[in-house]
């Protein structure tokens, strides 16, 4: 590894001796709190501050008493996997008046509280602002009263607020994801999914409520995320006559041999007139036009439930470090910030800012301005619509434009959940764009042996929530079988190509690319998209797939610890896929509270080893009961999964007994999460385009045909930080390590130290890369389109 960079500032060097910080949950809960109030305490303890926790929200810091209970590094074991919020949460009208407002400031002042980390909605957020505002104020008036000393004043001068908005709505300006929204995805698309069984048995529609009073991301994602015919959300009122055209693409569908149609509406959905409509009011539609047998499902409270998604996880463990820092951070002038995540990275912006901006949306809808309202939302809100536009609503053939362009589609290296919809999207958005669209079975194996044909919009229906790879996939590459390839694309007359998968992937792309000097066949425009559980592919920060791997072994890791609950005390050492990349065993290590995680990129030895058994002894003399320990499969050659169980086993002896789980395949197989889901598809779409636009620019008139063969033409689309890039792929060589499949650098790494940190190891954590105070009004780069990332 690496040694740090002196210039660099460490985590190590910052210190919250003396300070004492106290955590609440205000408003409705959501999945995830708790995980931002374990973040919270542990990194408060571990940089020397005293931590409170106020339990029930406003009401408890208004009450005070037992409300307010120092936490320690125990209180918080065994909180990350539970839903809702352990330390309670209620709606304060107390708080709202000044008296209020004075007891809160009473009872923190009597526990040397000025750091208030508020986890909740923006009306949560706006208290907390005001209170800060009011602070010196309030301390005044209790000195006048004789409830405090005069000394106090000076000594708690300031009240310094940071927040995190919780909320399943993801209604909050500022941020792409409020902790919550991602399991509140999980829960609908479970139900949607097994709703559409049921539906095709029967050939029903089916009309699903979903929250979103206010906000339609809920609806429109989930909308995304399983093909929905139709979602009725408040920024985007349908125009007038949507009854008739609704029932109308109901009917088509169903005329094309389709068994079930499913409506997605937000209960806050209205029409151009503000007129609220309701599930009952569809549901009565449909079948008063159609006959069709419909019913309604009303989702309510389920989508608060149920415990939180690994995204979640992990997004609330960052944030509470992140509020952590920027705590530490914060002088008597320091506005009040809320940390939130913009693309891939931690931002600071400042509270009121996101409150201002959240009313302004609202502010646009009652006054009908909804495509304004829709731009408030952000981009990420933005670009969901308009995929939601492109994929939902098939134009008459009529309608098309011709583009006289064959683009073909394939599946390469290991299967990943989230492919089918990535297909999906690439079917549909290219045959809008004019494209004859054709798909490869069995990727360049079956490419070589002709099996190619054309596809339609009608033969990807309902692929998005299929696992695995309908297409087929091999790990073949194109080198040894350039020639045959080169035939089949003259012989089908391909113009483009667009490559989903993992490594294999992208050296098959190289190859292409490298293939040109003697084949014109490949001087097209070819795309390149990642697609893999194990998150190793140069130029991307995550690929399709490593979400749905994530969720697999947290909800394993959960299942496995359970399952010592009343037994004596034990650790497990599991072992993830990943090849040589160690992704899925940091980040599910940091989303499953693991104790330690080994992977390639830092090497480990005996010593090391040794050290974590004795940190993990230490941990169990007192009353933690479980650990766990993940290992990727190709961390150490020697240092098999085996030997670590042995070694562990001996070592922890009369202490703690020990047990072993390698999670195998099951982490590439099951549905694809919601993020995989929605990730491909918008991904998908925005290379599509891209590939019809370098059709025309590349396309020679006096020849007749297509010719690409600058760097610019053979693209990998990925994430990096906070926007969408398609970069050359001869560009990535260098920044990749083709013995061990995995790119040079890699950001989850700065993940590792934070995993260290929260099972109470003594490390640095370079806080150099840590969010930064940005406006909110321009913390959105112009091409920004990443949705949601980790």
């Known amino acids: 590894m690496a040694q740090p960079d002196s210039k660099k500032i460490f985590f190590e060097n910052l210190s919250g001796a003396g300070k004492a910080i ?135 001068s300031a009240l310094h607020i940071v927040g995190m908005v919780g909320s399943i709505d993801n209604d909050f300006c500022g941020t792409d994801m409020t902790i919550g929204t991602d399991s509140a995805l999980h829960r609908i698309i479970e139900v949607v999914d097994a709703i559409m069984t049921t539906a095709q048995s029967h050939q029903r529609t089916f009309v699903l409520e979903v929250m979103g009073r206010h906000c339609g991301y809920l609806a429109l994602v989930s909308g995304l995320a399983c093909g929905a015919d139709w979602v009725l959300i408040p920024e985007m009122p349908p125009e007038d006559g949507w009854e008739e055209k609704m029932c109308q693409k109901l009917s088509a569908t169903r005329s094309r041999g389709t068994r079930l149609n499913i409506i997605i509406v937000a209960e806050g959905a209205i029409d151009r007139h503000g007129k609220p409509i309701t599930s009952s009011f569809v549901k009565d539609l449909v079948v008063k036009c159609l006959g069709f047998d419909t019913r309604v499902t009303i989702l309510g409270h389920v989508q608060r439930g149920g415990t939180p998604s690994a995204f979640d996880r992990i997004l609330a463990s960052r944030m509470g470090v992140e509020a952590v820092l920027a705590l530490l951070e914060t002088t008597a002038n320091t506005p009040a910030c809320v940390v939130s995540l913009c693309g891939n990275t931690s931002v600071r912006v400042p509270l009121m800012e996101c409150v201002q901006m959240t009313q302004e949306v609202q502010k646009a809808m009652d006054q009908k301005r909804f495509e304004e309202a829709v731009k408030l939302r952000g981009r990420s809100f933005e670009n969901n619509l308009k995929t939601y536009k492109l994929l939902a609503h098939r134009k008459p053939e009529s309608e098309l434009p011709t583009s006289n362009f064959n683009v073909a589609v394939l599946n390469v290296g290991a299967p990943a959940a989230g492919m089918n919809a990535a297909v999906r999207s690439a079917v549909r958005v290219g045959i809008s764009e004019g ?125 496995i610890k359970q399952s010592a609950s009343g037994t004596k005390r034990r650790v497990f050492i599991i072992e993830t896929m990943g090849g040589y990349c160690g992704y899925l065993a940091t980040v599910g290590g940091l989303a499953s509270g693991a104790d330690a995680a080994y992977i390639y990129e830092e090497p480990f030895d005996i010593k090391e080893l040794q050290a974590n058994v004795e940190h993990l002894t230490e941990k169990m003399k007192t009353s ?32 703690f007994d020990c047990r072993k789980n390698v999670l195998g395949h099951m982490q590439q197989g099951g549905a694809p999460s919601p993020f995989d889901r929605n990730f491909g598809t918008k991904i998908s779409a925005k290379a599509m385009q891209w590939v019809s636009k370098k059709l025309v620019e590349t396309f020679r008139q006096d ?37 061990h499949r995995i790119p040079k650098e890699q950001w989850w790494l700065k993940l590792r130290p934070l995993m260290k940190i929260l099972a109470k190891y003594k490390t640095s954590y370079d806080v150099s890369d840590s969010g930064q105070l940005e406006h909110v009004v321009h913390n959105r780069p112009k091409d920004s389109d990443a949705s949601v990332a980790m």
């Not at 374990?38 to 008493?65: C, N, P, S, T």
């Not at 479980?626 to 070694?647: A, K, M, P, S, W």
Request: aromatic share 8%; net charge negative; charged share 20%.
């Open 624 to 655: 933690i009961q479980r650990g766990l320990v993940l290992r990727n499969e190709n961390c150490n050659e020697n240092y098999t999964t085996d030997f670590i169980y042995q070694l562990y086993s001996e070592e922890g002896r009369g202490v």
């Open 22 to 156: 106290a955590v609440l949950t205000s408003g409705g809960d959501a999945q995830g709190m708790n995980g931002a109030v374990r973040a919270v305490v542990r990194m408060g303890l571990y940089v020397g501050a005293k931590v409170y926790f106020i339990h029930e929200g406003y009401q408890g810091m208004v009450d005070g008493g037992d409300n307010i209970k120092e936490a320690t590094w125990e209180s918080v074991s065994s909180m990350l996997q539970l839903g809702g919020t352990v330390i309670g949460s209620a709606r304060c009208k107390e708080f709202r008046t000044h008296e209020g407002r004075l007891k809160a400031a009473h009872n923190l002042v009597q526990h040397g509280i000025t750091n208030l980390c508020v986890i909740g909605g923006d009306g949560s957020l706006t208290g907390a602002n005001l209170f800060k505002e009011e602070w010196s104020g309030l301390l005044n008036e209790l000195v006048e009263q004789g409830l405090i000393e005069a000394d106090a004043v000076q000594k708690y």
């Open 703 to 739: 020849e007749g045909r297509v010719f690409a063969n600058t760097e610019d033409s053979c693209c990998l689309l990925g994430m990096r930080r906070r926007t969408l890039v398609f970069q050359p792929v001869v560009q990535l060589k260098d920044e990749t390590d083709f013995v």
């Open 435 to 559: 494209h004859k669209m054709f798909a490869v079975s069995d990727g360049f194996e079956g490419f070589y042996k002709g099996q190619i044909k054309e596809v339609k919009w009608g033969d990807v229906g309902g692929w998005t929530g299929q696992g695995g790879s309908l297409l087929g996939t091999k790990r073949t590459l194109p080198a040894k079988h350039v020639e045959k390839i080169a035939e089949q694309m003259r012989k089908h007359n391909i113009n483009a190509l667009l490559i989903i998968g993992g490594f294999e992937a992208f050296e098959s792309l190289l190859q292409l690319y490298e293939a040109r000097a003697n084949y014109e066949e490949f001087c097209i425009p070819m795309c390149m998209l990642p697609a893999t559980i194990s998150n190793n592919v140069p130029g991307t920060d995550l690929s399709i797939g490593a979400d749905t791997a994530l969720n697999a072994i947290v909800e394993t890791c959960d299942r």
